[in-house]
């Protein structure tokens, strides 16, 4: 080596632009956990080089943190690999009994195999309520039935019973992220209470009915008004198959009418009172009112005569990861359960996706597992856990087809829409994000300025500050590693 490109290479090393950004990343660690606001919390941190497969950074990377949605991640890999990009989910039209001169002598079954999205008011690209009621009155139709005799039974039983994780919060029941899956979901089990708002404070909000109607639900409307524009403050409580759902909290003050989203305590009802309702309103007469088969004893031998499909699997999986839709990684959990082990429970569908990284060499020393969403604060999983996982799933693309662009995309969609927008994360990172109740959390995937291929998790749990706060702390953080260049 000539002493001239010795003392070129030597100058480099020793640059402060260089050695700044060797440390870049480190001191950004270091300025995060040594933040006033981070004094008693717990953070977990692990960022893997995916080419190389080494460790490049880590904070307590073995230490069991609460993820809160990057939960999803593990969930929705997992099932995109054991179902494949292509599965459907199907929902069936059956009856039993006979047809006879247009009229059904028998029951008309609403049958479910744990579709998440039937209905669901989010997802584009799929048939809305209306769409649907027009499809099922004119199947029914189709079938020669112009009146049923019969009841309308809403049919879940291809899942247990158990439609919530018994560690999810009494305060999350009720309301709209915490709906129960069932083996028959409508409209993501979501309903809309209506209220007129109040224009004193003295006065609580009106309570007006729910939309669409739930069956035999009495709604205790305890509701407070808050400030003006102070925002929906109001929680719902109640439980799975209650018939009572009370809400609390405030609204603002105004003059205006208000929705607040609460979660069908009977999924099963929920849907089978629709479809009777669509049924009726398009002139097919049926006499007596829904039931489901929790409390009716089905027959046997039925005639199918439509199955309507869910879109496919990666799509849903795409929906979830940028949308982080909780019914739906617990749908996911137990149709694993009930493909791979013949129970579809909650418990079946973690114990079969245990046994699916523990095949591929993940540690689940530490990995405590609730449910599929996160939603549970129960959950446990290191954040060297999270990144290994993620590692593996971006090398092996024969097992998770084009996964990565199932994720959120910094600066650009989902919940990650705007996350590092004009900066180095924008389209260079792919991942999912958590938050709850002093929790925050992110993984997934980050491209380096030097084109490093980073495969992380960052997890906090306990901090003492804003949300937003928390959010741009963990930003500087992420930027970190976009900017790393070793």
Known sequence: MSNKFSFFFCFLLLSPSFILGQNRLEMAL?????????????????AIDIDKNELI????????????????????????????ANHRFATYLEYDGYIKDGVLHGNLYFKGTGDPCLGSPYMEDIPSLDDLANEFCEAVRKAGIQKITGLIIGDGSYYDNSIMVPTWQWMDMGN?????????????????????????????????????????????????????????????????YHPQAWIRGSLPQGSKKFRVKGAAPNPELFAAHWLWRSLNAQGIRCLRQPVTHRNYKMAEKRRRFHTHYSPP???????????????????????????????????AGIGVLMDFWQKRGVS????????????????????????????????????????????AVAGKTGTFKYLGRKTALEENLHGKGGSMNRVR???????????????????????????????????????AMAEYNQ
């Open 441 to 479: 959390s992110y993984t997934g995937y980050i491209k380096s300025r030097s084109g490093r291929r980073i495969a992380f998790s960052i997890i906090v749990n306990n901090y003492n500050c804003a949300s937003w706060t928390i959010r741009k702390k963990l930003e500087k953080v992420l930027l």
């Open 176 to 240: 709209h992220y915490g709906a129960g899956v069932s083996g028959l979901n409508l409209h993501d089990n979501l309903f809309y209470m209506r209220f007129q708002l109040s224009a004193s404070q003295s006065r609580g909000p009106k309570f007006l009915g729910c939309e669409p109607e739930v069956p035999g639900l009495e709604v205790i409307n305890e509701l407070e008004t808050g400030k003006p524009r102070s925002g929906d403050q109001s929680y719902i409580y109640t439980a799975p």
């Open 30 to 46: 270091k300025e995060f956990e040594q933040a006033p606001e981070l004094r008693y919390a717990s953070i977990g941190f692990a």
């Open 364 to 407: 689940t020393k530490g990995f405590f597992m609730q449910d599929g969403s996160g939603l549970s604060a129960r959950n446990g999983v290191p954040a060297k856990t999270m990144a290994q996982i993620m590692r593996k799933v971006y090398i092996d693309q024969k097992s998770f087809p084009n996964f990565y662009n199932l994720l």
């Open 313 to 347: 699997l990666a799509q849903i999986i795409q929906h979830v990861n940028e949308a982080s839709r909780n019914l739906y990684c617990e749908s996911f959990l137990k149709t694993l359960g009930k493909k791979f082990k013949q129970e579809a429970s909650t418990e």
């Open 57 to 84: 950074a880590s904070r307590n990377p073995e230490q069991s943190l609460i993820t809160a949605s990057t939960m999803k991640a593990i969930t929705t890999s997992t099932t995109l690999a054991l179902l494949g």
